[in-house]
């Protein structure tokens, strides 16, 4: 089996952003475990913004982008550091690789990431993966790890994505306030689940939560990919799911696949607007797949640019499809109901192309 496992900074770090030594070698031991049992593991770690913190002695975490990627070059040598130190006493040596969101979006990139994350395995390493936040270009939470292991487990075609957190799982309502919540331990490929909205970071010192978790099972389930989320503290996490024990919640693959560049428009990229259409061009969308044209547009909203990602909807606000802009949102406003002989002077004649678009 090749996996891909995820461990968060609310999970690897205390209340005052030091990295715990007894998670990093529990982390190590299991993963020492499951690559003698025969298993391929590649890690996706956060925790150097809050490790570069605590290294430089603050006594909060500062919130403006440029801070922060100066404190995650501070903490990502340290964070290596300490599993390098863990992963030696099982005789493993960990690789660093530091991805942005174009490593995914960009075929070249993606294509070389791929062969040499292969290689990597192919030499005994362990890869230890981070979003490359000291140079991104975005703000620091664009693409979080959540995001990242699971473009990762479609990139290295992985059996298996499991996301390590602080929570059992998915619940049905938040544990903390509600006591009637109970604990979901499946969810299948096609069920409401899969989208909803279970709120924003869990802690001050990561940049995921329960949202970006589902949004990351989700991208894993469309990769057809099984995905389970579990709690980090539990002994033996690892190998009780990979056993296919009942830890945590799991979820099915889905019997549909999407490409790399499909899978981020549809479920990892900001999107910043909206196009309506009618029924007409939501049919052509969904069973001829075409293009979506200004003819069926019957509405616009949100300032996007060209190449932003924008929801396709329908007049009762439905969800269709997400895509690439081929036009900014005024040109889409002022060709909208329009036929395509009809238009002049315009670039794009196209709104969304099927190319890049993703039809839910």
Not at 20 to 28: E, F, G, H, L, R
Request: aromatic share 4%; charged share 20%; glycine share 10%.
């Amino acid at each position: 089996m090749r996996m891909v496992l995820k461990i968060g900074t609310s999970s690897l770090t205390d209340d005052k952003g030091v990295l715990i030594p007894s998670v990093i070698a529990s982390v190590a031991d299991q993963i020492a475990d499951m690559r003698a049992s025969g298993h391929e593991v590649l890690l996706v770690t956060s925790g150097a913004v809050a490790s570069g913190v605590a290294g430089l002695g603050l006594s909060e975490r500062p919130t403006d982008t440029l801070s922060l990627q100066a404190l995650s070059a501070v903490g990502q040598p340290q964070l290596m550091a300490a599993y390098n130190r863990e992963l030696m006493r099982h005789g493993l040596v960990g690789a660093q690789v530091l991805l942005v969101p174009n490593d995914f979006v960009d075929r070249h990139q993606y294509l070389h990431a791929k062969n040499t994350l292969m290689r990597l395995i192919e030499l005994g390493c362990v890869p230890i993966i981070n979003e490359n936040d000291a140079i991104a270009n975005d703000e620091i939470r664009y693409g979080d790890n959540d995001h990242l292991a699971a473009l990762l487990s479609h990139l290295v075609s992985a059996d298996l994505l499991l996301l390590l957190t602080d929570t059992d799982g998915l619940y049905t309502a938040d544990p903390n306030s509600d006591a009637s919540a109970t604990l979901v331990t499946h969810v299948a490929a096609d069920d409401p689940l899969m989208s909803v909205d279970a709120g924003g970071s869990g802690t001050s010192r990561g940049s995921g939560g329960m949202a970006s978790k589902l949004a990351a099972a989700r991208i894993a389930s469309w990769s057809g990919v099984t995905a389970v989320i579990a709690r980090a503290q539990h002994e033996n996490v690892v190998r009780e799911v990979v056993a296919g024990s009942t830890l945590g919640t799991r979820f099915a693959p889905h019997d549909r696949s999407l490409s790399a560049r499909k899978l981020w428009i549809a479920f990892a990229a900001d999107v910043v607007g909206s196009v309506t259409v009618d029924v007409g061009a939501a049919d052509a969308l969904r069973s001829a797949g075409r293009s979506l044209l200004p003819a069926g547009v019957v509405g616009v909203s949100g300032s996007f640019t060209a190449g932003d990602v924008v929801d396709v909807s329908l007049a009762d606000g439905r969800v269709i499809g997400r895509g690439l802009a081929s036009v900014d949102a005024l040109d889409a406003r002022s060709m909208q109901g329009k036929r395509t002989a009809d238009i002049e002077g315009q670039r794009s004649t196209v709104v969304i192309h099927r190319d890049d678009l993703v039809v839910f």
